[in-house]
């Protein structure tokens, strides 16, 4: 009997599949979400170090043009991701001890809001200076 | 005398045969307002089309093989009316659950569910048919029972695993189960907390545990809590793998604290300086 199996990267799509679900789902999503952001930042990270081996010459180019407010809205998009990831990450710990199990939604919401507060005031500083 | 409307119900009911691609059928039936979503199946069966499959027995949330998606979420159609679904406009679609191979429309293959029952050891007995109140104190109330009785609290804790109807909604719920076949999954993870609390015996205390432990055991969720809000019995399957892990720790840390102190002071960096017994100055 052959049964209906869907391949794997298209499994892989549940992880976003937030319609109709839950506060503890849209936090699954987020966490999957920014977590690989995060990874391909990293690469990104490791490749823009790499242009140090290039000489002054294409650091320097380089640093002008992180001084554009196209980057500085990067580096907003950066540090949400990795607060929420953060936050989110020590909401994920504490139920994993059985800590706040039963709050686990109010537990995000107030890690969320204190996300945002931090990345409000990170973003004034940022295109502030 | 309860008065009844007839309303014309369209279905989106997801169709899959071996050898065809799985595409959407719809068809409209006719219910009352006070039908149940598997009375509009059972209309679409014996009405529409004799071909489509689908489970069902009990029709009402006692035996948990009628589950599936209702417009995306996990449902049992038995106990979910169809007013509650149903918009007035679009159709209500019906889909069979994720993470299990579609045999055939709304059938899927859920031996995968019952192995990991069976790895817990788990034999499935209720405490109470859903249908009636959970509590003894509300039995008490509609004079089933002549006086209320009191339950040990260790008895209630073992209750709400008890009331699991093997419907493997959980296991559809959840998010990790889509890209890992071998996660035991919320109701597999359940069975073996419950299989842990009956346990005396230390060997299968350890297998248990161990189970727990592994590559695809309780350290595999990600608490999206999906399982627990789906649960049509409160099962709170996403609690029961806390608290495994919360014993997992604690065990871990207990083996760590014990090594700690069994393990001999080689040097004593705190002891004055001066000559030791083999010659050395002690630092």
């Known amino acids: 009997m052959a049964t209906l199996n869907y391949p794997k990267i298209r499994r892989a799509g549940r992880w976003f599949d937030v319609r109709r679900r839950r506060l503890g789902m849209w936090a699954y999503t987020l966490n999957r979400i920014t977590g690989i952001g995060l990874v391909v930042y990293l690469y990104l990270h490791l490749g823009v170090l790499s242009l140090l081996a290039r000489?002054?010459?294409?650091?320097?180019?380089?640093?002008?043009l992180a001084r554009s407010p196209f980057y500085l809205g990067l580096d907003v998009v950066l540090l949400a991701g990795i607060l929420i990831h953060g936050l989110n990450g020590l909401r994920i710990a504490l139920t994993g001890f059985?800590?706040?199990?039963?709050?686990?939604?109010a537990l995000f919401g107030i890690l969320m809001l204190a996300a945002a507060v931090a990345l409000i005031a990170a973003a004034l500083k940022i295109f502030g200076d | 005398?309860?008065?009844?409307?007839m309303l014309e119900i369209p279905l989106q009911i997801f169709r899959y045969r071996e050898g065809e691609p799985p595409h959407y059928d719809i068809f409209t039936v006719q219910v009352a307002d006070t039908a149940h979503v598997i009375d509009a199946m059972d209309a679409v069966w014996a009405t529409r089309d004799r071909s489509f499959t689908f489970r069902r027995a009990c029709h009402h949330s006692s035996c948990g093989s009628c589950s599936l998606r209702i417009n995306g979420v996990e449902k049992l159609p038995c106990i979910t009316r169809v007013m509650d679904v149903w918009d007035g406009h679009a159709p209500v679609r019906l889909d069979p659950l994720r993470n299990f191979p579609v045999v055939s429309d709304l059938v899927v293959d859920v031996s995968a569910f019952f192995q990991r029952m069976s790895a817990a050891g788990m034999t499935i007995t209720r405490s109470?048919?859903?249908?009636?109140?959970?509590?003894?104190?509300d039995l008490a109330a509609t004079g089933v029972l002549s006086r209320p009785v009191e339950v040990p609290e260790s008895l209630s804790r073992f209750n709400r695993f008890e009331n699991c109807i093997e419907c493997a909604i959980c296991m559809s719920a959840c998010p990790t189960m889509a890209t890992d076949e071998k996660f035991l999954g919320p109701a597999?993870?359940?069975?073996?907390y419950r299989a842990r609390q009956k346990a005396d015996n230390p060997s299968d205390v350890a297998h248990l545990l161990g189970l727990a432990d592994g590559e695809h055991g309780v350290w595999r969720c990600h608490s999206a809590?999906?399982?627990?809000?789906?649960?049509?019995?409160?099962?709170?399957?996403?609690?029961?793998i806390m608290a495994l892990?919360?014993?997992?720790?604690?065990?871990r840390f207990k083996v760590a604290a014990r090594a700690a102190a069994v393990v001999p002071r080689t040097r004593n960096y705190s002891a004055p300086a001066g000559p030791t017994k083999h010659g050395g100055n002690g630092a």
């Open chain 1, 55 to 64: 000489g002054q010459s294409s650091w320097d180019s380089f640093v002008s």
């Open chain 1, 98 to 105: 059985d800590v706040g199990v039963r709050a686990q939604k």
């Open chain 2, 1 to 5: 005398m309860i008065s009844m409307k």
């Open chain 2, 128 to 137: 109470a048919e859903p249908s009636l109140p959970l509590s003894v104190d």
């Open chain 2, 188 to 192: 597999g993870l359940a069975a073996i």
């Open chain 2, 225 to 240: 809590f999906e399982c627990t809000a789906a649960c049509p019995q409160a099962v709170d399957p996403a609690g029961k």
């Open chain 2, 245 to 251: 892990r919360r014993e997992l720790i604690a065990r």
